[in-house]
């Protein structure tokens, strides 16, 4: 045991010791957890916070120097949760049946993890398993069973973990300090929710712990040419492909982890695996990895990804079932696995983590941006261990390179091609005779055994990967990820769009350029001339309105200036016209295309029949059926009847003209704004991915200071509701009354009106600035304008309700119901200062 490399780079993360060949706790170690194991008639330990206590005395008979304090309201939050949170019924059970069995789980962790090791260099024929320390740049997999993950997420759960070094080594948090502080610290009903999950997996593992396995492998595309390895792709890769485009399923609804198909399923990662899944995260890669809670054990050992790196599990059960996203996160039972195993045991539910530009902003559409996007899919979704590179080079068409071209199946040989011919990114298998090819086939073979998926059947399931707060385009990101998986040779995207209206357009679009036979290589350059374009700002449309207009031609009465508006700008992306000249020639080609719509559209209603019979012989589904027609003319007429001078005023002065297509934009827009408040909240694309970082910097509710008061109050005077909590008085109510003032905001915020301001006050904190406006019953909204106090609501209202009060004081509205007994109130907004501080 002391020679193994793979312990050796563990060890110090660690809490075990070693001796001879054997791991073991320090023996006062032993004695706690023994008196643990036994119950709480015995241990006495009945509470959050004596379980608290409990596990600080463990901690301290580890006596390592590499266990930092823990964070400073931990103890609280463990109080708060056990004691407060969950029902006494609840916590009996608890502290009766599952502590006592988590204490024999960590009592068993020398044992389980000394068992891995005898076990872990006979599971792939030689290729290295074992539990170690996955570096960056480090590629390797490493198989855990699930009975270990156990007592390694106990042993997080009682925050036993070292900590000192993981920062030099780039490893994300592993105890769950930071989970309960957070909680006590400021509460949230996500908060509890997401502890409620991890409570409820370590219920079902003490009541029958599974037998199977869990694999994490950590994919690299090396930035050099190696051997019987793709290598990371420059752009020509992708410029020259004609790797067919894969099947692209689009699903308006529905969830990622609930596909049936077996696919690969995307985590929207961080750069550090499992994001702020044990701080105040609460997207889709932690709900995730609270649904799934042995990814967490992926946190102990993988360190952050660099761009060409990604993460793949496959094995993870599923053990709680949920409803909401973000702050509306609830744990809603128990959920049973019915996933079918492997020959390795593992369920076959297959994550692969990849992290997307944070804060991506107009730099998203630079080409080397574009270019680390598609690598970092393409390195998720890509199996290296088993690559075709005879299908890779052949589909792909790549010249240069020097592949394995397979003209039998019992048939293998070397191809060589014109050196000078080579693009910089051809993917370059050194080989040479007939040994080398044979050793490739073994090695392949060897390397494949844990993938499980010999005929290239599974496909990919992902969604609006690195959209929301990290600010991607979810656009481009979808055609991203199509790219990705096609030349990776993935047989079928399955995306789900979470109904985002800027994507609405997307399956006629996939059906249109895959009926079309569109490559790789079409895609990528058409993606790359777009990115420019909106790069440069010489437009502002999005990518499917730019791609491919005729692909979404309409099939009933849509908006027929957003027809006309892709129509133009097809037009002009053939001509290679500018935006500006767009700009300038806007109106004499809506007009041009008014003609020529009334002439094919309009003027021809006798050739219905013919029209009809014609369709019936062509292989498009985007030609309209004669009822289809007739409704499309209507809709024209209707247009050209409000607007009966659009294709006769060429000769108005430009001042008339801007006028007319102001007002035309103003009643017919042709874009959505990908900040559009429609879309809804609870999105993928439009998910808070980096909530757990700055809750309050996406929230329309600030919290505020006594220093901040005088400023917010009075040097502004424009309306401004006050949210008075305690954090530690009903803070279920706290929560609810803020989500509901939160959606009111929006609903404001949606009849396009100017939300008023709205800041919270923490009573626990702010004690001089809640006494000055007399507020002692939690928690209290008070409404405010121009230095008064119009009303205080104590009572828990809904969304509605509270968008009716907002209505009724700052939109002259008439009165709602709930505020018929109120008069007029003439109390001034309080003034509170600082007390000086003492000169030094």
């Not at 957070?182 to 997996?201: F, L, P, T, V």
């Not at 656009?475 to 998986?485: F, H, N, R």
Request: negative net charge; hydrophobic residues 40%.
């Amino acid at each position: 045991m002391e020679n193994r490399e793979d312990l050796k780079s563990m060890l110090p993360f660690l809490p075990l010791l070693l001796r001879s060949s054997n791991l073991f706790w320090p023996s006062q170690v032993v004695e706690s957890l023994k008196t643990l194991s036994k119950g709480p008639l015995y241990s006495k330990v009945n509470s959050g916070e004596l379980l608290f206590i409990t596990i600080s005395n463990i901690r301290d008979s580890l006596a390592l120097p590499s266990l930092h304090r823990l964070s400073p309201y931990a103890h609280e939050g463990y109080g708060l949760f056990f004691d407060e949170l969950i029902s006494r019924e609840e916590a009996a059970k608890w502290f009766a049946d599952v502590v006592p069995g988590l204490a024999n789980f960590l009592l068993r962790l020398p044992s389980l993890l000394e068992s891995h090791y005898h076990n872990a260099d006979n599971l792939l024929n030689g290729v290295k398993t074992g539990f170690r320390l996955l570096g960056p740049q480090d590629a390797g997999v490493v198989f855990l069973g699930q009975e270990l993950i156990g007592a390694l997420l106990v042993c997080a759960f009682f925050c036993l973990f070292p900590v000192s070094d993981r920062g030099a080594k780039r490893l994300p948090t592993i105890n769950f300090d930071h989970l309960f502080e957070d909680i006590y610290s400021s509460y949230s009903e996500k908060q509890e929710n997401k502890i409620k999950c991890i409570i409820h997996y370590f219920e079902r593992i003490c009541l029958s712990m599974p037998e199977g396995s869990v694999s994490f492998e950590r994919k690299i595309l090396p930035s050099e040419q190696l051997p019987l390895c793709v290598s990371y792709p420059k752009a020509d890769f992708w410029i020259k492909s004609v790797v067919s485009l894969c099947t692209l399923e689009v699903h308006s609804s529905g969830f990622i982890e609930d596909q049936s198909s077996g696919a690969l399923e995307v985590d929207f990662s961080n750069k550090y695996l499992g994001g702020g899944a044990l701080h105040r995260g609460c997207v889709q890669e932690e709900i995730r990895f609270m649904i799934n809670p042995e990814l967490i054990a992926g946190m102990l050992f993988l360190p952050c990804m660099e761009d060409n790196e990604a993460i793949e599990i496959v094995g993870a059960e599923r053990f709680s079932n949920y409803t909401g996203y973000a702050s509306s996160f609830r744990f809603s039972g128990d959920y049973v696995d019915k996933r079918d195993v492997d020959s390795f045991r593992r369920r076959r539910t297959r994550i692969v983590a990849i992290d997307a530009l944070c804060n991506a902003g107009m730099g998203q559409y630079e080409l080397k941006y574009l270019l680390r996007e598609t690598n970092k899919a393409f390195c998720g979704f890509l199996d290296q261990s088993k690559c075709d590179h005879k299908r890779l080079f052949r589909d792909g068409g790549l010249k240069g390179s020097r592949c394995i071209q397979a003209d039998r199946d019992d048939d293998v040989m070397v191809k060589d091609f014109p050196m000078d011919e080579a693009p910089s990114t051809s993917v370059e298998i050194a080989l040479s005779g007939e040994e080398s090819v044979n050793q490739v086939i073994r090695y392949s073979d060897k390397k494949g055994s844990w993938c499980e998926d010999p005929e290239n059947k599974i496909g990919i399931a992902t969604g609006n990967w690195g959209c929301g707060a990290f600010g991607g385009d979810p656009e481009i990101k979808t055609i991203v990820q199509w790219l990705a998986a096609s030349q990776a040779l993935r047989p079928s995207v399955s995306y789900y769009t979470c109904g985002l209206k800027s994507l609405q357009n997307l399956n006629q679009l996939s059906q249109w350029i895959s009926l079309h036979g569109w490559t790789v290589g079409d895609l990528w350059n058409m993606l790359v001339e777009y990115s420019s374009q909106r790069f440069n700002r010489e437009t502002n449309l999005g990518f499917l309105c730019m791609a491919a207009p005729f692909a979404i031609f309409p099939r009933g009465p849509l908006t027929f200036f957003l027809f006309v508006n892709n129509v133009i700008n097809y037009v002009a992306s053939l001509f290679n016209l500018s935006h500006s000249i767009m700009n300038k020639e806007w109106h004499t080609l809506l007009s041009y295309m008014v003609v020529v719509l009334k002439v094919v559209l309009v003027d021809d209603d006798d050739d219905d029949d013919d029209y009809s019979s014609r369709k019936g012989t062509v292989n498009d589904p985007y030609l309209m059926d004669a009822e289809e027609r007739r409704e499309w003319r209507m809709k024209i007429r209707e247009v050209m009847k409000k607007y009966p001078d659009v294709d006769e005023d060429a000769e108005l002065d430009s001042e008339e003209k801007k006028m007319k297509m102001e007002k035309l934009l103003s009643d017919y827009p042709l874009i959505v704004d990908e900040d559009d408040p429609d879309w809804p909240e609870d999105a993928d694309g439009r998910g808070f991915e980096i909530v757990w970082q700055d809750d309050d910097s996406i929230r329309p509710i600030k919290d505020i200071t006594t220093a901040g008061w005088e400023e917010a109050v009075f040097k502004d005077i424009s309306p401004l509701i006050v949210l008075v909590h305690n954090r530690y008085k009903r803070p279920k109510e706290n929560e609810k009354i803020r989500d509901a003032l939160e959606k009111a905001v929006h609903i404001i915020w949606n009849c396009r009106l100017p939300s008023p301001r709205c800041v919270a006050i923490d009573a626990v904190v702010e004690t001089e600035l809640v006494s000055a406006l007399k507020v002692s019953v939690f928690p209290e909204i008070i409404f405010t304008k121009a230095g008064k106090i119009l009303y205080r609501e104590k009572a828990i209202r809904t969304a509605d309700e509270f968008s009716k009060i907002m209505a009724y004081f700052y939109y002259g509205a008439g009165r709602p119901p709930c505020l018929n007994d109120i008069g007029d109130s003439q109390e001034l907004i309080p003034s509170v200062h600082l007390p000086m501080k003492p000169r030094s």
